[in-house]
């Protein structure tokens, strides 16, 4: 066990305050997909920098019990009840940690709903709410939403693709949305409307 060191009223200092004392780091929610679908599965990351001492990860999903994906470094211990996920790390050097989960929308959400995520990390300095993305929309025709954006992110592209695996959306809707993300405008959207089954 390492000694403990002497504050300056000579008093010893143990050195583990479970954070006490410093700035409380802000997670940032990252959602993917950042436009879902009934049914579909969402995957949401938790980052957090320079996290020091013992941590405590809350994290609130709408639908589905979430499932945790992945946690970095290893935690002391996850778990997930009552439509939550907690991770907890005791950590002995400032490092980044993230927490990586899945949550499955229901079937009965309707278009036009919106997700909401909740959470925050609580250290022994305090308290802090989790930024990022925490409402995520919820749409039927997918690929009509994406005609009409500005602009075509890689998201878009991976979602159009898991639509053409699945049959929901055709090869030449899925080739119009790559164009788009492209910035080509060689083919016009509309001949590909609605979709075919």
Not at 44 to 50: E, K, S
Not at 116 to 122: K, S, W
Not at 181 to 192: C, H, I, K, T, Y
């Amino acid at each position: 066990m390492a000694d403990h060191a002497q504050g300056a009223d000579g008093e010893a200092d143990d050195g583990d305050d479970g954070g006490a004392g410093g700035s409380v780091p802000t997670p940032t929610r990252t959602v993917t997909p950042h436009v879902v679908q009934p049914e579909q599965t969402a995957r949401v990351r938790l980052d957090v920098p320079d996290a020091v001492g013992r941590v405590l990860i809350r994290e609130t999903a709408p639908g589905e019990l979430p499932s945790l994906v992945d946690a970095s470094p290893e935690p002391v211990r996850t778990v997930v009840a009552a439509g939550s996920i907690y991770a907890v790390w005791e950590l002995d050097e400032p490092g980044d940690v993230s927490l990586t989960y899945e949550v499955r929308v229901p079937d009965a959400t309707r278009e036009g709903e919106r997700l909401r995520f909740d959470g925050e990390l609580v250290a022994g300095s305090g308290t802090a709410e989790t930024a990022g993305r925490d409402v995520v929309p919820v749409v039927d025709d997918l690929f009509e939403r994406i005609l009409v954006q500005d602009d075509v992110t890689g998201q878009d592209v991976a979602l159009a693709a898991d639509l053409l695996e699945r049959g929901q959306l055709s090869a030449a809707q899925f080739e119009l949305v790559a164009e788009k993300w492209l910035g080509r405008d060689a083919v016009e959207p509309a001949q590909f409307l609605p979709a075919e089954n």
